[in-house]
C-alpha cells in the first residue's frame, strides 16, 4: 500500500469516526427531545441519519478494506448486498436534503399556514415517496445484474462488466444521477434561493423601520447607531452564508463523485483509481458534515445537547456523593458498636 493508498485510508478512518459519533449524536437528541420529535422535519432528519448511520457501518468499512487490499473486500452476497445499500442511501440521501429543503421554504414562505402546510402526516408520506424513489434503482440494477465490486472507487457499487450492455447501463446511470443528484440539486436551488430572497425582503423591512426609529431619535449615541447598522449587515450576511452552506456542502460532496461515474462511461476517458477513492470519500463526507449542516448547530439540538450532558453529571454527582456517603456510614458504624 502506497501513501496514497494511505492517505485515502486514513480518510475513510477519520470520515467514519465523525460520521458515527455525529450522527448517534443526532439520533439520541432526537429520541431524547419531544419538541423536536413533534416537528415534521424530525422525520426527514431521522431518515437521513438513520441512513446515514447505516452508510457508516457498512459501505465505508467495505470501502476501507477495499483501499487496502486491492480486491473485493467480502464474498459476492456481501457485496451484493453493500452495492445496493449504497445506491439506495445515496438516493436517499440527496432527496432528504430536498425535503429539508422543501420544509424550510413552507416554513419562510407560508409562516401562518405552516402547520396545516407540513404535519406529520405529509412528512410521512414524502418520506414514504423517498423511499419507493430511491429503491426503484437499486432493485433495477439487481434485476439487470448491474451490482457488484468496482475497482475505480474500491468500493461494492454500481457497475457493469460486460462490454455488450455499455450504452444500456450508461443510460441507466444518466438516468439514475438525473433523477436523483441533478433533481435534488434542483430542489435545493429553487427553494434555498426563494427562501433567501424572502429572507433579505424581511432583513430590508426590518433595515427601513430601524432607519427610521434612529432618524427620529437624534440624540441616539453614535455608537448605538453604528451598532444597530452592523446588526443589520449581519443578518443579512447571516441568511446568505446559511444557504451558501446548504448548497455548496451538497456540491463538494457529491458533485466530483456523479461526474465522475458519468466520465467513466466514455472509453476515451482514462480515470486514475486514486480520484476515484477520493470522489467516493467525498460522497461520504457528506454523511458526517450533514448532523452539523442540518441539526447539531441549530438552537433545539443544542439545548438537547446540554440537557442530556446535565442528565450525565448530575448522575455521575449523585453517584459519588452516594458512594461517599457509604463509604463515611461504613466508617461510622464500628465506632457506634
Not at 449581519?234 to 456542502?249: P, V
Amino acid at each position: 500500500m502506497n501513501s496514497w493508498d494511505a492517505g485515502l485510508a486514513g480518510l475513510l478512518v477519520g470520515t467514519m469516526a465523525v460520521s458515527l459519533l455525529s450522527n448517534a449524536l443526532v439520533l439520541i437528541c432526537l429520541l431524547h427531545s419531544a419538541d423536536i420529535r413533534r416537528q415534521a422535519p424530525a422525520l426527514f432528519t431521522l431518515n437521513l441519519t438513520c441512513g446515514n448511520l447505516l452508510c457508516t457501518v457498512v459501505n465505508m468499512p467495505l470501502t476501507l478494506a477495499g483501499v487496502v487490499a486491492q480486491r473485493q473486500p467480502a464474498g459476492d452476497r456481501l457485496c451484493l448486498l453493500a452495492a445496493f445499500l449504497d445506491t439506495f442511501l445515496a438516493a436517499n440521501s440527496m432527496l432528504s436534503m430536498a425535503a429539508l429543503s422543501i420544509d424550510r421554504w413552507v416554513a419562510v414562505v407560508f409562516p401562518l399556514s405552516y402547520r396545516a402546510k407540513m404535519r406529520l402526516r405529509d412528512a410521512a408520506l414524502m418520506v414514504a415517496y423517498m423511499w419507493l424513489h430511491a429503491l426503484a434503482f437499486p432493485a433495477a440494477a439487481l434485476a439487470l445484474s448491474w451490482l457488484g465490486f468496482h475497482q475505480l472507487y474500491a468500493s461494492c457499487t454500481l457497475c457493469s462488466r460486460r462490454p455488450d450492455e455499455r450504452l444500456r447501463f450508461a443510460v441507466f446511470t444518466g438516468a439514475f444521477h438525473s433523477l436523483s443528484f441533478l433533481l435534488s440539486f434542483i430542489v435545493l436551488c429553487c427553494t434555498y434561493l426563494k427562501v433567501l430572497k424572502v429572507a433579505r425582503f424581511h432583513c430590508k423591512r426590518i433595515d427601513v423601520i430601524t432607519m427610521q426609529t434612529l432618524v427620529l431619535l437624534v440624540d441616539i449615541h453614535p455608537s448605538v447607531r453604528e451598532r444597530c447598522l452592523q446588526e443589520q449587515k449581519q443578518r443579512r450576511q447571516r441568511a446568505t452564508r446559511k444557504i451558501s452552506t446548504f448548497i455548496g456542502t451538497f456540491l463538494v460532496c457529491f458533485a466530483p463523485y456523479v461526474i465522475t461515474r458519468l466520465l467513466e462511461l466514455s472509453s476515451a476517458v482514462t480515470i486514475s483509481s486514486h480520484w476515484g477513492v477520493l470522489s467516493k470519500c467525498l460522497a461520504y463526507s457528506k454523511a458526517a458534515s450533514d448532523p452539523f449542516v442540518y441539526s447539531l448547530l441549530r438552537h433545539q439540538y443544542r439545548k438537547s445537547c446540554k440537557e442530556i450532558l446535565n442528565r450525565i453529571l448530575n448522575r455521575r454527582a449523585i453517584r459519588s456523593s452516594g458512594l461517599t456517603g457509604d463509604s463515611h456510614s461504613q466508617n461510622i458504624l464500628p465506632i457506634s458498636e
